[in-house]
């Protein structure tokens, strides 16, 4: 059965002078790997061996503020560029999603030229990369185009290493108005938006075109177990879609993580994650269930 990673960022094509900007440093983001992870093309392609299909993207910078931009987000429309010319290369395996800044004008044109142009399938947001609040006009805009288009959309949910940007942007409770004002725009909710993963849980099971994706979650063991239990009791196991978050991590840590999910319970009563449902996550149709097959 086939693997499907619906999570993945690309590596920068056309980097700055500086060594340090073609790798991540994991520390905010990994509490159990503190070292810097190399994200190439070569690293990254590599790392996707054994996964059929991957949705790869960028984040686009906010134009108006450097203070919140790190080597994860760039300009418009070199951000996009560099994401098509990844897919070009691989175009049985890789799906290219555009980002915009919402507060950016042409915001509109450059989602017309990425899908028309460049081919691409979905939309990445990051609410906390990005400083934008997802229940503004702004943002809206973007949501209503994506809508009319039949683009996902992606958004980072949850914790965020970006200090000058508000966090409540990136709680997921806000996606339910969005999902209410947008009911046919598919959207996924990044990293089942920890460490808010019951706040996930209830607006993607009120909304049937709202997943989540369970990227992030092994790491931490505990919260991971948690997460899964909820999600678990709460009938929204089926709403679950595998991605790794590449590079800070890799699908085939990802997949491990999720079968040693019960491992933290162990020689407790503590109940168990169903294996069942968690192979089915692995596997799941998330290109059929985003209208991307
Ligand atoms: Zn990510």
Same mark, same amino acid.
């Given at each position: 059965?086939?693997?499907?990673? $619906?999570?993945?960022?690309?590596?920068?094509?056309?980097?700055?002078?500086?060594?340090?900007?073609?790798?991540?440093?994991?520390?905010?983001?990994?509490?159990?790997?503190?070292?810097?992870?190399?994200?190439?093309?070569?690293?990254?392609?590599?790392?996707?061996?054994?996964?059929?299909?991957?949705?790869?993207?960028?984040?686009?910078?906010?134009?108006?503020?450097?203070?919140? !931009?790190?080597?994860?987000?760039?300009?418009?429309?070199?951000? !996009?560029?560099?994401?098509?010319?990844?897919?070009?290369?691989?175009?049985? /395996?890789?799906?290219?999603?555009?980002?915009?800044?919402?507060?950016?004008?042409?915001?509109?044109?450059?989602?017309?030229?990425?899908?028309?142009?460049?081919?691409?399938?979905? $939309?990445?947001?990051?609410? !906390?990369?990005?400083?934008?609040?997802?229940?503004?006009?702004?943002?809206?805009?973007?949501?209503?185009?994506?809508?009319?288009?039949?683009?996902?959309?992606?958004?980072?949910?949850?914790?965020?290493?970006?200090?000058?940007?508000?966090?409540?942007?990136?709680?997921?409770?806000?996606?339910?108005?969005?999902?209410?004002?947008?009911?046919?725009?598919?959207? $996924?909710?990044?990293?089942?938006?920890?460490? =808010?993963?019951?706040?996930?849980?209830?607006?993607?099971?009120?909304?049937?075109?709202?997943?989540?994706?369970?990227?992030?979650?092994?790491?931490?063991?505990?919260?991971? =177990? !948690?997460?899964?239990?909820?999600?678990?009791?709460?009938?929204?196991?089926? /709403?679950?879609?595998?991605?790794?978050?590449?590079?800070?991590?890799?699908?085939?840590?990802?997949?491990?993580?999720?079968?040693? $999910?019960?491992?933290?319970?162990?020689?407790?009563?503590?109940?168990?994650?169903?294996?069942?449902?968690?192979?089915?996550?692995?596997?799941?149709?998330?290109?059929?269930?985003?209208?991307?097959?």
């Amino acid at each position: 059965m086939p693997i499907f990673d $619906i999570h993945t960022h690309a590596p920068r094509r056309s980097l700055p002078d500086d060594p340090g900007a073609s790798s991540t440093s994991d520390a905010l983001y990994r509490p159990d790997k503190h070292a810097s992870t190399a994200h190439t093309p070569e690293t990254y392609i590599a790392a996707l061996d054994g996964i059929q299909r991957a949705v790869v993207f960028n984040i686009a910078a906010d134009p108006e503020d450097d203070r919140n !931009n790190s080597n994860l987000q760039y300009a418009v429309p070199e951000v !996009n560029d560099d994401t098509a010319a990844i897919v070009r290369e691989h175009p049985e /395996k890789l799906i290219g999603f555009l980002t915009v800044h919402a507060r950016d004008p042409k915001a509109l044109d450059e989602i017309d030229r990425c899908v028309g142009d460049l081919g691409m399938k979905g $939309i990445k947001l990051g609410p !906390n990369y990005q400083n934008i609040d997802p229940l503004s006009p702004e943002a809206f805009r973007v949501f209503k185009r994506a809508e009319e288009l039949g683009l996902p959309v992606l958004l980072h949910q949850g914790t965020s290493p970006v200090q000058f940007a508000d966090l409540d942007y990136a709680h997921p409770r806000h996606i339910d108005r969005v999902a209410t004002a947008f009911p046919d725009l598919k959207m $996924i909710l990044a990293h089942m938006a920890h460490p =808010w993963q019951i706040d996930c849980i209830v607006v993607i099971r009120k909304h049937p075109n709202v997943f989540a994706d369970i990227s992030a979650q092994f790491y931490r063991p505990w919260s991971a =177990w !948690n997460a899964f239990c909820l999600a678990q009791e709460w009938g929204v196991m089926h /709403k679950l879609l595998f991605g790794s978050d590449l590079p800070i991590a890799t699908p085939q840590e990802t997949i491990d993580g999720l079968r040693s $999910i019960n491992e933290v319970i162990e020689g407790t009563g503590l109940p168990r994650i169903d294996e069942e449902q968690i192979e089915a996550i692995i596997h799941r149709d998330s290109l059929g269930l985003l209208g991307l097959s």
